[in-house]
């Protein structure tokens, strides 16, 4: 049965994952509970919605969704990443999970951003709560916010910024100190971004670029990859995130 579900969800994801958008529609679920927010001029505010929502909404900025697919899954961040204000109506429950699981797309040019394998990183219950956000019509939920990034502090505060708001923490550790299992890999951890192996490997600002512009595995399951961020990132923030890891620990 879960053979037959993947092959249907890739198989049925393709054609939509392609630049598919369509208007967002949520409802709101019964027992609904009401997430307070302060209203500004620049975040929307938030309506009630259910606990595993909001939870969703937090993990959908946490595991940095939101930096490939916008805020609030609205798209407009890379031409071949898919907005998923439809997806919710669009996919089943299993298609969405699959999706999150084990990625979607595979491609050789940095330029092109794929869908990482998530399946070892993230838990079921989060998977569940993103699923649960999704199908809700990606709502605005207060303090599901990605990280304020200065740019007036020097570029190692910006590259600390970005390490959290594009989700890099979460397989890197904090501080790069790694730590995340990756299973099927061949050193069976997500490797970590500080200590003297690392710089020894990676020991100039252009080789630390490189492997964050290009990614690392491409996306096959179950190997958690390094997505390309060489389509997300500007030069800019690809400078600024080499001069934080520049400041971790060397040996």
């Known amino acids: 049965m879960l053979a037959i579900l993947a092959i249907a969800a890739v198989t ?78 669009e996919l089943t429950v299993a298609q969405l999970e699959h999706i999150i699981d084990h990625g979607l797309g595979e491609s050789a040019n940095p330029t092109k951003p794929y869908m990482p394998v998530w399946g070892e990183v993230i838990s079921k219950r989060q998977v569940s709560d993103l699923v649960a956000y999704i199908q809700a019509g990606l709502p605005a939920v207060a303090g599901a916010e990605p990280p304020f990034v200065p740019t ?22 904090p501080n790069g100190l790694g730590g995340v299992p990756n299973p099927q890999s061949p050193d ?19 080789k630390i670029k490189e492997i964050i512009r290009t990614g690392s595995v491409l ?5 958690v990859s390094m997505p390309h961020w060489g389509g997300i990132l500007s030069d800019e923030q690809l400078n600024a995130l080499v001069a934080y890891i520049k400041t971790l620990k060397t040996d």
């Open 152 to 173: 007036d502090q020097g570029a190692p505060v910006a590259g600390a910024a970005l390490y959290g708001k594009y989700g890099c923490i979460n397989c890197h550790g």
């Open 219 to 223: 996306g096959r399951p179950p190997i």
């Open 12 to 89: 049925g994801l393709i054609g939509w994952f392609v630049g598919h958008e369509m208007g967002t529609a949520s409802s709101q679920p019964q027992g609904a509970t009401s997430i307070t927010t302060v209203a500004t001029s620049t975040a929307p505010t938030a309506a009630p919605v259910s606990e595993q929502v909001a939870a969703g909404g937090h993990d959908f900025v946490q595991f940095a969704c939101a930096q490939c697919h916008g805020e609030q899954g609205q798209g407009g961040v890379s031409s071949d990443v898919p907005a998923l204000s439809g997806a919710g109506k």
């Open 188 to 206: 069976k951890i997500i490797p970590p971004l500080s200590g003297a192996d690392f710089f020894s490997e990676f020991n100039t600002d252009a």
